[in-house]
């Protein structure tokens, strides 16, 4: 198989950069400010937002082998384990052995991690409410389709060049 390659960017393209129009600096910045303001939220429960996402995921779709909550999380599967055993430590999260395969871990909220996840749930919307002033349900509809097919296109193409 032929490796995946950067596509052509003409010379013209490149002259006519604008970082502050470039779509990933915009992303990463708005990312940057909102991940900051919510940390310093989470950090009062002494929570990371890498495990903030997790107990997020479980929330939304309940129990869950690691390694989906892995790829649903864009953690990488080694520090997803060390944080899944952080929450387990401090009893917001359980972890149980599958009865079909002794490599594989299922992950879901304990009562105490529900309760503290439905406290920042609030939170976490109040901040997206605070970035998305002035769009309209439309706008916000495009965007998030948006940069769902942006993160699909990269993920593709990621796979592609890593098979390669």
Not at 17 to 45: C, K, M, Q, W
């Amino acid at each position: 198989m032929k490796k995946s390659r950067l596509p052509a960017v003409s010379e013209a393209a490149q002259r006519a950069f604008d970082l502050d129009e470039y779509l990933p600096y915009l992303i990463n910045r708005t990312g940057t400010v909102v991940a900051g303001a919510f940390s310093g939220e989470l950090a009062r429960a002494e929570i990371s937002l890498p495990m903030w996402r997790v107990l997020a995921a479980l929330f939304q779709k309940g129990e869950q082998r690691q390694i989906d909550l892995a790829n649903r999380t864009s953690i990488d599967e080694s520090t997803l384990s060390r944080l899944v055993s952080a929450l387990n430590r401090r009893g917001l999260v359980t972890r149980r052995r599958s009865p079909t395969s002794n490599r594989e871990v299922s992950v879901t909220l304990s009562a105490k991690g529900l309760a503290l996840t439905q406290r920042y749930i609030p939170i976490a919307l109040a901040y997206e409410a605070i970035g998305t002033k002035g769009l309209n349900r439309a706008d916000l509809a495009t965007l998030r389709r948006c940069l769902k097919q942006i993160y699909r296109n990269l993920d593709d193409w990621l796979v592609l060049r890593d098979r390669a």
